[in-house]
């Protein structure tokens, strides 16, 4: 079969077409098509004024591009929209009733707390590039979970932790204030609701911002995160403007201390009345055999008992 795709104007197209009509309509997938970058690795949900089923004209267009992504969705094969080798065999295996039309169900996930004392790693180098046997290693020598970077991470790279029985939480890059994308970004993750998710807050361009311009991003972002289920939590780092009582009045109810020692625009210590619930480490290490370059964390109650949450296999 000829590979088809946006635009593609070819008997093939209605044969693939007649194929998709054979499923009920899309509700949401995970999209990765090449082609529409602000889809990529994002939730698509089916429009509701394009109804059901599409036509079977011949003609490759929006609505077969998207009913393509989530069949393939559906089944485990890269969402991207295109009919090419993989697409049709599967497709052709289905029919011929050689395999099933769904894969297995997914592994479901759950939020849970973190156990006093847990040692959990944030690496950006695994985010951007970790693999299943660094995963493997990193449980078989102590660690019990990492905090991987929004928009860095991909959702294979955190199943392959949690396969390897890791907890994970997400973290922004430094100082990305945008609340919206931090939660379509932990939806594409997988993350279920109850999960921490933390903003990462320090350096120069943070402590010349005016604190009262800071806290407004913090708490705009704090209303976006928690709007979705999620706990929303502050990573702070050095340098970094805002006072003790400043920090704990911000709309976040967890604080992860850096591995700096943190003072406001005063000089003074900076840290929340309620205590730390995440301390970092110094200094960063290559851990152990692992190949990892990481930063440590110890996990523990604030004062008030509350300690981060996690996503682990459930």
Do not use: H
Request: aromatic letters at 8%; proline letters at 7%.
């Amino acid at each position: 079969m000829n590979t088809l795709r946006f635009g593609t104007k070819d008997p093939g197209v209605a044969t693939w077409q007649a194929i998709l009509n054979e499923g009920a309509k899309p509700t949401t997938w995970t999209a990765k098509n090449p082609r529409r970058s602000e889809f990529a690795g994002a939730p698509r949900s089916w429009p509701s004024e394009w109804g059901w089923p599409i036509d079977v004209d011949g003609d490759f267009g929006a609505r077969t591009e998207a009913a393509t992504e989530a069949w393939q969705d559906a089944r485990g094969l890269l969402p991207d929209g295109i009919v090419g080798a993989n697409t049709w065999s599967r497709a052709m295996a289905e029919r011929a009733g050689d395999l099933p039309t769904t894969p297995a169900p997914a592994p479901s996930v759950k939020a849970v707390n973190l156990e006093v004392g847990a040692r959990v790693v944030d690496s950006y180098p695994y985010s951007l590039g970790g693999t299943a046997k660094q995963a493997a290693a990193l449980k078989a020598s102590g660690i019990d979970g990492l905090i991987g970077y929004l928009g860095v991470i991909s959702k294979a790279r955190v199943d392959q932790l949690l396969d390897a029985g890791l907890s994970f939480g997400p973290v922004t890059l430094a100082n990305r204030f945008d609340g919206a994308a931090a939660v379509q970004q932990a939806k594409a993750l997988g993350m279920p609701a109850g999960v921490t998710v933390w903003l990462d807050v320090e350096g120069t361009s943070v402590y010349m911002t005016p604190p009262a311009e800071l806290i407004a991003k913090i708490n705009a972002w704090a209303t976006a995160v928690k709007a979705a289920g999620y706990i929303a939590g502050i990573y702070v780092g050095s340098p970094q403007p805002l006072t003790s009582e400043e920090l704990q009045a911000l709309g976040v109810t967890r604080y992860w201390n850096a591995l700096s020692r943190e003072v406001d625009r005063f000089g003074k210590l900076a840290e929340p009345s309620s205590g730390w619930c995440l301390w970092q480490m110094n200094p960063s290490v290559t851990w152990r055999d692992t190949g990892v370059f990481v930063d440590v964390n110890i996990a523990g109650q604030d004062f008030l008992g509350r300690i981060p949450s996690v996503t682990v296999r459930g």
